[in-house]
């Protein structure tokens, strides 16, 4: 029995191994499965977002609605709340064998991942490596490499998306999300749908279905919270989108397909767009429009205009060039009015039926429209959850189709997500003079409008100037078409610098980076650095330019006791941008989200002032009293009140040289953590250190000459372990 039972186990091993080495040799067609919580983020413009592995994206991280942070330079700016995707289809026979008169898939991660949604592919193709940031040492970039999966030099978006995902209905979605730094082209993600009738309803390689795919609808709601700082003044029920309004433009589409645009009239309201904006919440006394901090600065903390344009819908599986007459519908639909598909099993049939109609243009319980809902609207209702009563918002609604597909046919759905708006410093000062006259009631201004004219109302003013973000969006809309259109050759901005490096120093903060790799070209002009106080997320002001071949900068105006922020960029003169064409002419720079550092920099300890005033500390050092001298580094000891630029050597008593500090930060202190050159921690025992002056060094104040190169001190300390 027991030899039965020892050959059954060998047996059951040997199987287990085999099994592990066919996996790693054949992994990618046993199971090519992506994990439905995975999730690439792009970080490197001004509006950033991550993207999932099941196809769409629900904001929501179990603490707040994340993503779509515009503008990116400061914190509570995610404007995302949900994007709900269905595709449906008719005469369907599923691959169990059960025929469908209608079969629609609903892309959701928790309920359907597994079941009718397969991912396969997530991945981000960056064009270049980012560059490496260092803060006093600490490499503050390490911690994103997880965002790239491959490098293409060839492609010309900064960064790209692809997702692909299997369905039950054997329909693939395979989705590329293009990215870009250029200054003009960096707060949107062009997005495109190709949707192709593999026939593979699960992870693996393998063919189950092979059927026309008849009349296939395509669409989504998608809600704004526009934004989340906003939600804090306008009432928590808007950080997911519950006052959040929509408006609609492109009715007139097919008369205009053909039109060009150029920066001399970037702004036009033909483009087919949804897009959405924060309105009044009926629970506030005051007009939130724009969210004024009113027990602040009254500074606009909800100027965000966010949506979505089509740029391209093939007309059939047989025919790609753009179809004027899509989408199907879009508009607004209520946030959470939608039928449900449950676990897809039979009662939900019928329900299915009805995810086709609101495909195909007739809005779920009559909770929806083409129309422009806020001009539909907003006269007599100033809060727009009124107009619904669904408590999850408004959703700008879009459908495309119907589509045949055959096996093996595709149709491609091009799209320009984006958001824009007043920029901080027009929130800042709009917000200051709509809160002096609300403070003050016989305030009458007048106040400037965005036309030139004038009004005593000072709700018009502010909602005037918020309401400038409609044809900020349309801007955005309208470069992101240009770009598209062209095949995405807009011209390119300089590659930043390789390696950006902050150090703190005693009188100065040092800054160093490596030369672009565009410094060779002939439109290069140089570098530019900007530097923030206090926090990270404020108005960062330039204080340095160079030509190229420059690679350091010394900032000897950082004050003793702040906290320093810097980022810098590379730029050409503009030479390679003067069409006007697809942007604003003129210089382009690198991205600033490149280099911006997170960390902060600070002037260190002044440098000492005497020789005679080193100190060593602690000394004696005692490892027993290591949690009451510098808590968390049990083997710390600093040399206080040393010359800003000298060689620290350590000897033991006897004289033997166990360990030599260069230090050259120009700061009065500097750490050892007990350690050897040959890393071996010290034992008990006296020791000196002798400190060398290696620069002269003068009062900062009166020039006097403090101490001079060559200038030297011995100082005895005590370790005890």
């Not at 519908?329 to 009805?354: C, Q, V």
């Not at 620290?648 to 700061?667: F, V």
Request: charged letters at 20%; hydrophobic letters at 35%; aromatic letters at 14%.
């Amino acid at each position: 029995m027991k030899i039965t039972i020892y050959y059954y186990r060998v047996h059951l091993i040997r199987l287990c191994v085999i099994f592990f080495l066919l996996s790693l040799i054949f992994g990618n067609v046993i199971f090519a499965q992506v994990e439905s919580t995975e999730k690439r983020y792009i970080r490197i413009g001004s509006l950033q977002n991550f993207f999932s592995a099941y196809g769409s994206e629900r904001a929501w991280n179990n603490s707040y609605y994340e993503g779509l942070v515009w503008p990116a330079d400061y914190l509570y700016q995610d404007n995302a709340v949900i994007k709900r995707a269905w595709i449906a289809t008719q005469d369907f026979t599923h691959v169990e064998g059960k025929h469908y008169e209608t079969y629609a898939i609903y892309f959701a991660r928790d309920e359907y991942v597994g079941v009718s949604l397969f991912p396969v592919e997530l991945k981000q193709t960056a064009k270049f490596k980012p560059p490496t940031i260092y803060v006093d040492g600490n490499d503050i970039s390490a911690i994103y490499l997880g965002d790239i999966d491959e490098y293409d030099p060839d492609q010309i978006a900064d960064r790209v998306v692809t997702n692909v995902v299997n369905t039950s209905m054997g329909l693939t979605q395979t989705r590329k999300i293009y990215a870009f730094s250029q200054q003009y082209h960096d707060n949107y993600f062009i997005k495109e749908f190709t949707l192709t009738n593999t026939g593979n309803v699960n992870y693996d390689d393998k063919i189950e279905l092979n059927q026309t795919l008849k009349g296939v609808r395509i669409g989504w709601g998608i809600r704004y919270s526009v934004c989340r700082e906003g939600a804090f003044q306008i009432g928590g029920p808007q950080q997911w989108g519950k006052h959040s309004w929509v408006s609609k433009r492109g009715e007139n589409y097919t008369e205009h397909a053909n039109d060009t645009i150029t920066e001399d009239n970037p702004i036009v309201d033909w483009i087919r767009c949804g897009f959405s904006w924060a309105g009044q919440a009926s629970t506030n006394a005051f007009d939130n429009i724009g969210g004024p901090a009113i027990k602040g600065t009254g500074r606009l903390t909800a100027p965000q205009h966010a949506g979505i344009a089509i740029l391209h819908v093939d007309k059939s599986a047989a025919d790609h060039s753009d179809d004027v007459n899509q989408p199907t519908a879009w508009g607004w639909h209520a946030g959470d009015t939608y039928p449900s598909l449950g676990d897809m099993s039979p009662p939900y049939e019928d329900n299915m039926k009805l995810v086709y109609d609101m495909l195909s243009g007739i809005p779920y319980r009559g909770a929806g429209g083409t129309d422009r809902f806020d001009e539909s609207y907003l006269s007599t209702n100033p809060d727009p959850f009124t107009v619904h009563n669904d408590g999850g918002g408004t959703n700008v609604w879009i459908c495309y189709g119907p589509f045949d597909l055959e096996p093996g046919e595709s149709v491609t759905i091009v799209e320009v997500e984006a958001v824009n708006g007043l920029s901080r410093q027009m929130c800042e000062q709009i917000g200051a003079r709509w809160l002096k006259a609300y403070q003050n009631p016989a305030d009458k201004g007048p106040f400037d409008l965005p036309d030139g004219a004038t009004t005593e109302d000072k709700n018009v003013f502010k909602n005037s100037w918020v309401y400038t973000g409609k044809d900020s969006i349309l801007l955005t809309f309208s470069r992101a078409k240009r770009n598209y259109d062209s095949g995405f050759n807009i011209p390119q901005p300089p590659l930043p610098p390789p390696i950006f490096e902050v150090t703190s120093g005693g009188d100065r903060i040092f800054l160093q980076w490596t030369k672009s790799p565009s410094e060779d070209d002939a439109d290069f002009a140089g570098y530019k650095i900007f530097r923030a106080v206090g926090k990270p997320d404020t108005t960062y002001d330039q204080i340095y330019q160079c030509g190229p071949g420059i690679t350091s900068y010394e900032d000897i105006s950082a004050v003793r006791g702040y906290a320093y922020y810097y980022y810098i960029i590379a730029y050409n003169d503009g030479s390679n941008n003067a069409s006007g064409e697809l942007n604003p002419t003129g210089p382009l720079h690198s991205s600033r989200f490149y280099t911006k550092t997170t960390e902060p920099a600070s002037l260190r300890r002044q440098a000492g002032s005497s020789l005679d005033n080193i100190r060593i500390v602690p000394n004696p050092f005692n490892i027993r009293a290591k949690d009451f001298q510098y808590p968390g580094e049990p083997d710390k000891i600093m040399f206080l009140n040393i010359p800003g630029h000298c060689i620290i050597r350590i000897y033991t008593e006897r004289g033997d040289l166990i360990h030599t500090i260069h230090h050259a930060d120009g700061s009065g202190d500097e750490r050892w953590n007990s350690i050897t050159s040959s890393r071996q921690v010290v034992v008990s025992g006296v020791y000196i250190a002798h400190f060398t002056v290696t620069q002269d060094y003068q009062d900062p104040e009166s020039g006097e000459l403090v101490y001079s190169k060559g200038d030297s001190r011995y100082k005895k300390f005590v370790i005890i372990r």
